[in-house]
């Protein structure tokens, strides 16, 4: 058998077969690999372009007011209770991006009295600055949300001119207290609302309002009807305030003489006496003075007794006796005189549900409905 003698150059060809075979299979493998690496750099991308768009969300729908007034391209409704049309727009940074949040106007408010709140959907555009498919990239990941909201109006129920859980005890037959709305916009209320056997006057005093007063309830029957969370608001937790008493000095009158627009929520602790007029919210946890000819416009929350001495008047909505909702307080019996709010000489106490909204208007807010989260929002 002859054996074959031309085998030159056989290897060479194999190599190369060999090394391009091998070549492909690595471009394939690192093709694959940073296929892999964009795929899972872009699931993070949309994971925290997700998570801003929450987070700037809920900043949003807690903080819409401050938002607002913060940054010169912002442009928000001034009172979404009062137009028919229009939407809040707020642009703002997050770590790791920024946010743009659209709450457009689906239904305006209807009514005044008995109302159905203003219908938005809110939309909020989460981009995620940092994560990058390549380091030259420029493309940031981004996700919307959104969600149907509501604008809540109905931060107080007013149920009387004064409130006193302790008992109130007027003395003399001039001045007022008048449950019917010096506003003209809400139907009247109770003149006087105190627990059964805890009013007592002199001089023939009557209040006016529907009814003008109410005695019909025991203290026990009475709380639950008084829908103020008392101990959150102590907290701070509730409300938030814009005045520490006595961390910070009260407001003086030329303060509020200075710019009429300011409503502001004053927490007081301890035993206090009013020092000047003003309008607002007066958040006590003790007892509380009024004297003289000072005036006060919006709400007044007392936890303790509050007495008012002199020609003063108080137009908005007055609570007194608020420590007896604090859990685990003492509950007098029915009749107890000694801790009632006292009433001295002529004065004014009558019911304004403008100065009411007026008080509150910080506190409004949008409220989420439930069952109406969508978390993918088209985007163009």
Known sequence: MHALKN??????????IFMVVLSFALAAGLAATAAEGSTSTAQRGQNKAYQIAE?????FLVKRDSLCSATSWSTCIADPSLVTSGQDSVNFAIPGGYVVVVAKMLRPQQGTKDTIP????????????TTKLRGSD????????????????????????????SGLDKQGAAGQIDGNDQCGRKPAVAGVLVPKGDYTTSGGFVP??????????????????????????LDSAAIPVDFNIPQDPFPT???????????????????????????????????FTISGSNMWNG??????????????????ATVSGL??????????PPGYINDNATANGTKSYVYNSCYVSRATKSLKHYVPMADTWIDDVPIW
């Open 323 to 332: 420590n007896y909702k604090l859990p685990g307080a003492p509950q007098p």
């Open 55 to 59: 987070l700037g969300l809920q900043k």
């Open 208 to 233: 006016t309002g529907n009814p003008p007063l109410d005695t019909s309830k025991t203290l026990a029957q009475l709380e639950p009807t008084i829908t103020i969370n008392w101990a959150a608001i």
């Open 118 to 129: 203003a219908l938005f959907f809110v939309r909020a555009r989460g981009v995620d600055s």
């Open 138 to 165: 420029t493309t940031s990941s981004v996700r919307s949300i959104g969600m149907m909201i509501q604008w809540s109006t109905a931060t107080m129920k007013v149920s009387g001119a004064w409130v006193s859980l």
């Open 299 to 316: 709400i007044i929350l007392i936890g303790g007794q509050l007495t008012s001495d002199g020609n003063n008047t108080t137009s908005g």
């Open 7 to 16: 085998r030159v150059g056989f290897a060479l060809p194999l190599v190369v």
């Open 253 to 287: 009158a030329d303060w509020f003489l200075a710019d009429t627009s300011r409503w502001p929520v004053i927490r007081i602790h301890g035993d206090y006496s009013l020092p000047n007029a003003g309008r607002g919210i007066i958040i006590a946890d003790g007892n």
